[in-house]
């Protein structure tokens, strides 16, 4: 079945760049979505991806997409402490209403 | 209001009570989904509406859980004889369609089943 794979835990330094893994198994046209937690609130939609897409880019987050090995990563670049907060990835097949999330990335970073 | 609100934000409950949870969608949106987050796992699907109807209830994960949507709006979570291992964080989320690329989360209910 589909399944979607993240590591739990990333720490940086304040003003490093971050990037945080996922990996999923559905070969089919899928989106594939980036959410950010942080503590006591719902999920934010940060960006998604189209999988006939391979980089995304919006001001300081960069999504690339390795199709072949079913590989997503999103870049923070000039990461603050701001951007504390657990990242989510997850993915939905085109055309059906079932996302699928990854357990979450806890993304602390340092002063 | 302009995006998904969810009441109680917070619930605490006894072993063996039943507890209701509810979601406003955005206004206008048809569909309508039913997470649950527990404690170091990511979220588990639970149901989705699409309107008043239920096409996928595959999520609920025993009979103690039902949920109902009324006029295509307000939606709500129902857990009979709660159990400790019902303790979670239910978030709720809205699209217009299904096939929109977003859905827009509540801010979630934290539930604790003592």
């Known amino acids: 079945g589909e399944d979607v794979e993240q590591s739990l835990f990333l720490s940086v330094r304040e003003g490093d760049s971050s990037v945080i893994n996922c990996t999923y198994t559905d070969s089919s046209s899928t989106y594939l979505y980036w959410y950010k937690q942080e503590p006591g609130a719902g999920l934010q939609l940060l960006t998604y991806i189209f999988s006939n897409m391979d980089m995304k880019q919006d001001q300081r987050l960069t999504v690339l997409l390795n199709k072949k090995d079913k590989h997503l990563s999103l870049r923070i670049a000039d990461t603050q402490t701001g951007d504390s907060a657990i990242y989510f990835c997850?993915?939905?097949?085109?055309?059906?209403?079932?996302?699928?999330f990854g357990t979450g990335t806890r993304l602390k970073v340092l002063a | 209001g302009a995006g998904v609100s969810q009441s109680p934000s917070n619930k605490v409950t006894e072993k063996g009570k039943d507890v209701e949870l509810r979601c406003d969608p955005i206004s206008g949106h048809t569909a309508l989904y039913w997470y649950r987050q527990s404690l170091g796992q990511g979220l588990e699907f639970l149901i989705y509406f699409q309107g008043n109807s239920a096409p996928d209830k595959s999520g609920l994960p025993s009979d103690r859980f039902s949920a109902e949507r009324t006029g295509g709006s307000v939606s709500t979570l129902t857990i009979q004889r709660t159990q400790q291992e019902d303790s979670a964080v239910y978030l709720c989320?809205?699209?217009?369609?299904?096939?929109?690329?977003?859905?827009?989360f509540g801010p979630g209910t934290r539930l604790t089943v003592l």
């Open positions: 989320a809205s699209s217009f369609r299904y096939t929109d690329p977003e859905q827009f």
């Open positions: 997850a993915e939905r097949t085109s055309g059906t209403y079932k996302y699928i």
